[in-house]
């Protein structure tokens, strides 16, 4: 494979994860070359620029103890290539594709540039399979489907690995279909990827699964070519193989951390917060590699999960990903603190593919008005702990005390579900019922047909004049994200 | 045209420094800024925007990764421009005017390197009915003749802006559009395609000034924030608020004959929706598929970059084309940040001087070149009159719109239509934020809405922003002291306030009958709504139960008037004032 052309022993500087070499000329954009340090030593590097006077090389491993007078720098030839095989599953590979399990390569079916190239749009096709992940809040009212990419926005300590290997569990029962995961450990604890291997293991997916795996003592630099060989994979499995791929891309902030760290090196002027101006086209460039194509059996559907500094959403890694990713599922420390899992805030977050996978076709003709109805509720009921936090419970009237019933009432029995799996038919039956703290009157969001369809007999207590709607707050009023406090759910 | 350089020799020069999207080459002497290169040997598509010292700096189109120095670069002679002609509606290009589907023809699912398509069908034929005789004199810009292009839209085919001659000949017929259709006198022919470079404004005789409305089939925008044809809007917004879905909204409802969407470094599957709703859907004033009208410029986050830069040009360049024919386009543009981000990179690549953000410090001239593209204008042919109306997404970092980009383009938009992100978290779409929103058009077409709608236009407007200004003052307090210590009086207000913005300005993109809505039955609506805050607001002051009124069951009502077709809702509203009115007599009676 590696068809070594071109030698060169000019290297003059190193600064971070860059090496500078002058006076090569046959280079290419994006080749890949070796880095020899004396006999027995080498390191992998990608060529990154290119000008008459100097190459500059980003060293995808340590660069440290490199001298660059020392240094033999040998030009491959090809770009970033990925030997991919249908073989590759149940097997486990480095950061960059290399075997990390003791046995031999895969023969390659293929070798693909792990850059990938854009899906022509007019050849895509509109996500529409409804996946169920047995979680409410995702499948009620953030619907997941074959071919999304949906990101889970997580924060130091929250239990975004416990979620996603749920939804990794769930995803992979429905169907008879061919299903495959594709694992991408990006900078995470060996102890957090151990959870996963051990995850995919006990819901019998590991023969189903290619893992790649950089962990937190792995290359920093490594880290830029780990979903990409990921992704590469999963292209080739679902697009060659039709095999419906689901991508678990963590932790994302990891990767952005890695660009910054190159950009700072090459003195770019620094965007927001340091991290480049190009990170949306960067992180664009893997998110978008995602989705079905017409004609073809397979999807690539993609979960990355990044930790959001500082529990900021408005930060850089969040922010960019949330421009991308169709929709996001945003976890919350206030539900952590109130030991519901899965801690989801259903008000930040969104599938943005949802009208697509539901309705009477897909799950059933009421899902988005009681989806709808759910958010109106849910939403003037925070709004009223948010008051209760200023004016306490004595200023409230029986319209918000029911509102706030419903708030606790919605985060214990329909957000919080421990490991238990739920139908899509489950979770709209927990809606309804919750609902039925409200007059039908009250349900503005949902047609007269369906509540006389659906909803429970005996609901409507003919508590009289109340509003479950969402009464959108006036824009100017005092918010504030936080939840006033409140350590405890209310006794119902 | 590439005329006045046939035969002039290619130029070769040769690459001496690549960095990302930025190419520098050597060796091209004589090139121009803005001229069309092809670089390397696989012929990556190009264009120069730098010359110093002997070097020209090159920003390339399509992926540069496998790029050596010493490839050869050659020069084309011409700007980049786009082709313009029968067979642009219907069309999915990309932002450099490549036509998708064809690429996909021939390179299958994905996109591939250095592969040049003719934008427009070189053998597709026309059916061309002139509209000039044999010794007619012409200027640029006159209509020669006509093509029925989709069944809703007629091509008119026009000389070139600076090209003038008599008609020797003219041939009806079938005709492709690089077969000659006019010959002038001076043997020069005519045929249906014009080329025209991107970064040039197309002429017209004169700016008119802008006085009708741009109705856009959203309520809030329609009744409180209205621009006008010819106006420029934009829509920033964080993630999530409704930017696109407003923007396919727009493309779908507003009153235009032609529109021309740019999908400008976003999301593929956006784009894919588009083309799978469009040419199902109905324009609504023709009954034609949506897609009969539309051109789509797409140009996906994952695509390369600087023809992300390229291609708001390329789409405002069409615009302009159709509406020197006389027509009423519309542009979008989802997002103008990320063209703005382009900008940013290649100015980066180039080492300019960052401004602030590290955007260059010509941001702020670029925007308000590429808006003061949009106008109502007179065009050549002295025809009537024609508009581009531009609607911009903005998407503000972390939603804060005190960003670079927001604020240039606040300095050139007439209107401000603001989406927040508390109220998309609501699901309160679309999600514009009444307090921040703005439009310079109002006093304008003020006068147009009293006139064609009803007289009373101005008056509800002001009446139902009182009510939603009062209820912000009231929200307030609530917020303060808690809602039971607010006066029966304040609560009716706060109670027709939530009607108001539930009931009138959220208007759902999905519903059938809801998603597009006139301004006679945005009207209707606003009068029955504002009829009960007015008599619900009497009964308390005569005594009359709060508790009463609100159970009355009147706001059900209220809040789906949307759902109520436009030709049922006179009647519907009239029947809801009488309802409202018996209720609360009656209620008054307890
Ligand atoms: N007018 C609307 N009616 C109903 N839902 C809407 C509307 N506008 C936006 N949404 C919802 O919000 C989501 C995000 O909207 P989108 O336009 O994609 O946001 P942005 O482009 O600002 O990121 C949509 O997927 C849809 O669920
Ligand atoms: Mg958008």
Redesign the pocket.
Known sequence: MELVTRLARSATAIAGPLLFVEGVRAARLGEMVWIRLGASQRRRGQVIELSETHAVIQVLEDTQGIRPARAEVAFTGRVATLPVARQMLGRTFNGIGEPLDGLPPVIPEAVLSITGSAINIVRRERPSEFIETGVSAIDGLNTLVRGQKLPIFSGAGLPAHALAAQIVRAARVRTGEPFAVVFAAIGIPFREADYYLHAFEGSGAQERTVVFLNLADDPTIERLMTPRCALTTAEFLAFTHGMHVLVVLTDMTNYCEALREVALAREEIPGRRGYPGYMYTDLASLYERAGRIRGRAGSVTQLPILSMPDDDITHPIPDLTG?ITEGQIVLSRALEQKRLFPPIDVLPS?S?L??LGIGAERTREDHRAVADQLYACYARGRDVRRMVAIVGEAGLGDEERAFLAFADRFETEFIAQGDERRSIEETLAIGWRLLGAFPSEALTRIGRALIERYRPQGDNDGTGALHADGAARHPGAPAGGAEGGRAAPKQA | MGDGMAGAEPMTGSIVRISGPTVVAQGLDGVALNEVVRVGHDGLLGEVIRIRGGQATLQVYEETAGLMLGEPVEATGEPLGVELGPGLLGQVVDGIERPLEALAARSGDFIVRGVVHPALDRQRRWRFVPRVDPGDQLEGGAVVGVVQETASVVHRILVPPGMSGRVRQVTPGEATVTDPIVVFEDGRTLSMLQRWPVRQRRPFLRRLTPERPFLTGQRVLDVFFPIAAGGTAIIP?G????????EQ?LAKFAAADVIVYVGCGERGNEMTDVLAEFPRLKDPRTGAPLMDRTVLVVNTSNMPVAAREASIYTGITLAEYFRDMSYQVALMVDSTSRWAEALREISARLSEMPGEEGYPTYLATRLGQFYERGGRVVPLSGDGEGAVTVTG?VSPPGGDFSEPVTQASLRVAGALWA?TTDL?HRRH??AIDWTQSFTLYADRLAAWFEREVSEEWAALRQEAMRLLERERELQEIVQLVGLEAVQDQERIVLEAARLLREGFLR????HDVDAACLPAKALAMLRTILHFARRAAASIEAGAPLRAILAAGLDERLLRLGEVPAERMDAAGAALVAEIDDTLARVKGH
Do not use: E, H
Not at chain 2, 507 to 510: C, P, V
């Open positions: 421009y969104l943005r949802m009208n | 917004g993630f999530g608020t409704g930017k696109t879905v407003l909204t997404a989406l998309a779409f679309p208007q759902n993109a999905f």
